[in-house]
């Protein structure tokens, strides 16, 4: 029985795909295997090693030859076993690829004896074949898939286990940096509030982390000089970040006993190195990420300061994120994607689209519910998609989603080349 390709699958869906429940009861294990056999029988071969394609005396030998030549498809005659000239008639072969694309390769003899075409086959090697041949004046047809790099997936497996679609289409590649920084309190934003007059404190209204408002009390001091006690307020609305006074302590006089900070609003401090100093400036928009556990948000850069950070060496650009909330936290160290440019491209497929599959760059093609590799040639690329040269066209249905498991349902039929 063939096992899902999708290891956890309940077993409903493990025999869906497998498209078998088992033997039926009553038949033996011995007919079963003998069942797998027949289904992997290789076709005959000749002696040049290419598929034997024979009606009565007459025989036709078809490979594709790809040795010191790109793929093209060659042939030999035969009657009674004997290998005949080239000159003694003719082969044309037809394929028909995944979504009824017709190719036509025509054979012209060869001075070795062989017949081979002058056009490519393209890969992947994956089509039904039909070969049309006149030896001596008798003409002759076989017909026969030969499919590599293909497999069927019902469409309701393939929805449960997240396989998604979606058609190949013209799209932008961003030119992105990606840099890091940190999240830091708005300059002008931080208050320092001290005592008026010395004297023991009396009482603590907040501690560090508290929102406050302006005007609202944070401490009650008793004056040395008047023996009564005054409120400590805030004078600006924010967090408490620090709280230096503690209960029956002295106040002196301008010293600080609390810092808070509006923190409604954070910088992003990002650290730009090399070539990126260049082309980073102001207005260009920045997505931004927190380190510690993947949260994001999108805004623009306000600034690039003018000056070198002194430890680093480097130059800040600054933008600033919204956190009313209280979401971020000063201090964070976040890595930024700043786009500087976006470029049309043609045809584009997501990353996720992307597999390798023997030494190609593949997608997967959807076709009902037959799924088929694609070569594809790859031009330039982002944090997100890819420009995609050759391979597929515009319309095509991608696998955009869990294209890892169609590659391992493929590889595990083990269709490949028929040569």
């Not at 009606?55 to 005659?77: H, N």
């Not at 070969?131 to 069927?152: K, M």
């Not at 509030?193 to 982390?209: K, Q, S, T, Y």
């Given at each position: 029985m063939k096992t899902s390709f999708l290891a956890g699958l309940p077993l409903a869906l493990i025999l869906a795909l497998a498209g078998c429940d088992g033997p039926p009861a009553g038949e033996s294990a011995q007919h079963e295997h003998a069942g797998e056999h027949e289904e992997h029988d290789e076709p005959p071969k000749g002696e040049h090693g290419g598929r034997l394609l024979e009606?009565?005396?007459?025989?036709?030998?078809?490979?594709?030859?790809?040795?010191?030549?790109?793929?093209?498809?060659?042939?030999?005659?035969y009657r009674d076993g004997r290998l005949l000239p080239a000159s003694a008639g003719s082969v044309e072969v037809r394929l028909k690829r995944l979504g009824e694309r017709p190719e036509n390769h025509r054979l012209e003899a060869r001075a070795d004896g062989s017949l081979m075409a002058s056009s490519v086959v393209g890969e992947p090697h994956s089509?039904?074949?039909?070969?049309?041949?006149?030896?001596?004046?008798?003409?002759?047809?076989?017909?026969?898939?030969?499919?590599?790099?293909?497999?069927?997936?019902?469409?309701?497996?393939?929805?449960?286990?997240g396989i998604r679609v979606a058609p190949a289409g013209p799209g932008e590649i961003a030119d992105a940096h990606e840099v890091q920084g940190l999240l830091t309190p708005v300059e002008g934003r931080i208050a320092k509030?001290?005592?008026?007059?010395?004297?023991?404190?009396?009482?603590?209204?907040?501690?560090?982390?508290d929102r406050v408002r302006a005007g609202q009390t944070l401490a009650s001091v008793e004056s040395n000089l008047s023996l009564t006690e005054y409120a400590v307020s805030a004078p600006i609305s924010g967090v408490v970040l620090v709280r230096n006074a503690s209960l029956g302590a002295l106040a002196g006089e301008g010293a600080p006993l609390f810092e808070i900070a509006d923190l409604s609003t954070l910088w992003v401090d990002l650290h730009l190195f090399g070539a990126d100093a260049q082309y980073i400036r102001p207005g260009l928009p920045v997505e931004v990420t927190r380190l510690s556990d993947g949260a994001s948000a999108r805004s623009v850069l306000e600034r690039v300061l003018p000056g070198t950070a002194t430890a680093s060496q480097s130059t800040v650009a600054r933008a600033s994120l919204a956190n009313a909330d209280g979401f971020w936290r000063p201090g964070s160290a976040v890595k930024a994607r700043i786009v500087v440019a976006r470029q049309p491209a043609a045809l584009v497929v997501p990353l996720a689209a992307l597999q390798s599959f023997r030494d190609w760059q593949v997608v997967f093609v959807r076709v009902?519910?037959?799924?088929?590799?694609?070569?594809?040639?790859?031009?330039?690329?982002?944090?997100?998609?890819?420009?995609?040269?050759?391979?597929?066209?515009p319309g095509d249905q991608v696998v955009v989603e869990q294209s890892y498991l169609v590659k391992a349902d493929i590889e595990k039929s083990g269709a490949s080349h028929d040569h």
């Open positions: 009606e009565g005396a007459l025989a036709v030998e078809l490979a594709i030859a790809e040795k010191g030549t790109p793929p093209k498809y060659q042939a030999w005659l089509f039904d074949v039909e070969v049309l041949a006149s030896i001596e004046g008798q003409a002759l047809r076989w017909s026969y898939p030969s499919y590599e790099g293909r497999t069927e997936i019902e469409r309701a497996v393939a929805e449960e286990a509030v001290m005592a008026r007059f010395p004297g023991p404190i009396r009482r603590l209204a907040v501690d560090v982390g009902g519910d037959t799924y088929e590799v694609r070569p594809v040639e790859l031009g330039k690329r982002d944090a997100e998609r890819i420009e995609v040269l050759s391979g597929i066209e």
